[in-house]
């Protein structure tokens, strides 16, 4: 019992060790403000315009190779507009998330009126 418990701690703290996280983020605003933002395929909100969203990928370097980057496809949503999707990508580049949000993707999203 003692071995598999010695076993079990020393695998969690490799992989801590060798585990990191990857942020990225998108400033994302739309002409007219005030839009809502969805995730496409859910009814997740990711926020209204003008707003800054942050990714975050974690990685273990005997698992998995780092994503270079993350595919975002939105659905926006805006009373008097046509709803409108929109697909971009968000480089996963930075191991601080304030790093990340002080240097996102800009995304403008234009919205045609109905």
């Given amino acids: 019992m003692r071995l598999l418990l010695y076993l079990f701690?020393?695998?969690?703290?490799a992989l801590a060790v060798n585990s990191c996280a990857y942020y990225g983020a998108a400033k994302?605003?739309?002409s007219p403000q005030g839009a809502q933002v969805y995730e496409f395929g859910s009814s997740t909100l990711l926020g209204v315009t003008p707003f800054v969203y942050t990714w975050r990928e974690v990685k273990s370097?005997?698992?998995?190779?780092v994503k270079q980057a993350q595919h975002v496809t939105v659905r926006v949503v805006k009373r008097g507009c046509?709803?409108?999707?929109?697909?971009?990508?968000?480089p996963l580049r930075y191991t601080d998330p304030g790093e990340a949000e002080q240097n996102p993707v800009p995304v403008m999203l234009i919205l045609e009126e109905n």
Avoid: G, P, Y
């Fill in 9 to 13: 701690v020393n695998v969690c703290a």
């Fill in 28 to 30: 994302i605003d739309s």
């Fill in 61 to 65: 370097e005997e698992l998995v190779q």
């Fill in 82 to 90: 046509k709803t409108r999707m929109e697909a971009f990508s968000v």
